[in-house]
């Protein structure tokens, strides 16, 4: 009785340090992570596989830019008319709480046409860790862009915590 106790007990900790290690904080446009003109934030966030619980980071000059999160249809035509939100400290967190697309811009005159837009793609922790097939490239200088980098120190980080918590807690089970 003891035994199964002390299994039970493990593996509901086990899971309560999975569930909060599973986040994950990308910079936009990383590894340059800077929001500004000269980055390919389809490849960008195409690279990345976000999940519930993740968070991006934007950060930027104020006086040079800001972030507007908006429709798909503003994303697509670059509207600024009706944001959901607007952001503007140069240092601005989003929480990806849940499963969907989320669209951000650029709010001043010809930057987001220019480029300055992300769609983030927030897919369920269950889906294959790499994305099927890149976003399409925005910006002038799309076509001239290197191939999208290598999943982030992020995601590392949230495998190897995974697999080092997987080993400990069966080394404390033996």
């Known amino acids: ?25 990308y910079n936009v446009g990383e590894p340059a992570g800077e929001w500004g003109f000269g ?11 976000f999940i519930p619980g993740d968070s991006i980071v934007f950060k930027y000059s104020p006086q040079a830019h800001d972030v507007l999160e908006v429709s798909k249809a503003d994303y697509d035509s670059c509207s600024t ?12 967190v989003v929480a990806l709480p849940a499963t969907g697309t989320r669209y951000f811009i650029c709010g001043f005159t010809g930057h987001c046409t220019a480029g300055m837009k992300v769609a983030i793609d927030v897919v369920s922790a269950s889906s294959p860790s790499t994305p099927s097939s890149p ?3 925005s910006g002038p200088s799309a076509s ?31």
């Open 81 to 92: 008319a009706s944001p959901i939100t607007t952001l503007k400290t140069g240092n601005d």
């Open 1 to 25: 009785m003891e035994a199964a106790m002390k299994i039970t007990l493990l593996a509901v900790a086990a899971m309560a340090v999975l569930s909060s290690v599973s986040a994950a904080t």
């Open 144 to 174: 001239n862009s290197p191939p999208p980098p290598s999943p982030s120190a992020a995601t590392s980080v949230r495998v190897m915590t995974g697999l080092g918590l997987v080993v400990l807690l069966a080394g404390l089970m033996a």
């Open 39 to 49: 980055i390919n934030y389809g490849s960008w966030a195409s690279s990345k596989q």
């Open 135 to 137: 976003a399409p490239a």
